[in-house]
T-cell receptor, first 113, second 116 residues
């Protein structure tokens, strides 16, 4: 199974750009990478998903290099409300036709005023 | 909006008790999942289901079983609860959009289970 690793924690200040990297070895060519955000006492919620190169939505950008062994979630101009835990999720398509899901252990982002 | 609900937010049980955690989704999703979340370990998949009466083991199925008799409901069962099963349990659902795509998972609020 693909394994994912992320930094345990990161600190930032309001207005800064934050980049969180997830490493995923042995990711297959048809894997997607998805990022989730989780606030205390809530379930994770979807932020962004990508397959290759760059994806951008109203919340974040996701950069995936050509070798696809890592991906970087970029949060532009963070605010205090972006303080949360961020998880990367690798979806791997198995030969059986089903999918194997592997979450990273999460990165706790603390945004200071 | 998709809504995933879990039967309890907090639950306290004793060692050896049988525990049922219920999850219901209202968007007709094919896929449903049970995870446990522990500090430093992130989310780990226990079981998942792609259809009614269908189940597949995730990464840590030992000590758990599941039931999916109706499409909207997915139950996690601890046959004989143990203290090492004290954890946050999260249910999720998603649509099935094909082999080479990924579908967004929608999570419930979680059930914090304490086994004494």
């Amino acid at each position: 199974l693909a394994k994912t690793t992320q930094p345990i924690s990161m600190d930032s200040y309001e207005g800064q750009e934050v980049n969180i990297t997830c490493s995923h070895n042995n990711i297959a060519t048809n894997d997607y990478i998805t990022w989730y955000q989780q606030f205390p006492s809530q379930g994770p919620r979807f932020i962004i998903q990508g397959y290759k190169t760059k994806v951008t939505n109203e919340v974040a950008s996701l950069f995936i290099p050509a070798d696809r062994k890592s991906s970087t979630l970029s949060l532009p101009r963070v605010s205090l409300s972006d303080t949360a835990v961020y998880y990367c999720l690798v979806v791997m398509a198995m030969d059986t036709g089903r999918r194997a899901l592997t979450f990273g252990s999460g990165t706790r982002l603390q945004v200071q005023p | 909006d998709v809504k995933v609900t879990q039967s309890s937010r907090y639950l306290v049980k004793r060692t050896g008790e049988k525990v049922f955690l219920e999850c219901v989704q209202d968007m007709d999703h094919e896929n449903m999942f049970w995870y446990r979340q522990d500090p430093g370990l992130g989310l780990r998949l226990i079981y998942f289901s792609y259809d009614v009466k269908m189940k597949e083991k995730g990464d840590i199925p030992e000590g758990y079983s599941v039931s999916r008799e109706k499409k909207e409901r997915f139950s996690l069962i601890l046959e004989s609860a143990s203290t090492n099963q004290t954890s946050m349990y999260l249910c999720a659902s998603s649509t099935d959009v094909g082999l080479h795509h990924s579908d967004t998972q929608y999570f419930g609020p979680g059930t914090r289970l304490t086994v004494l």
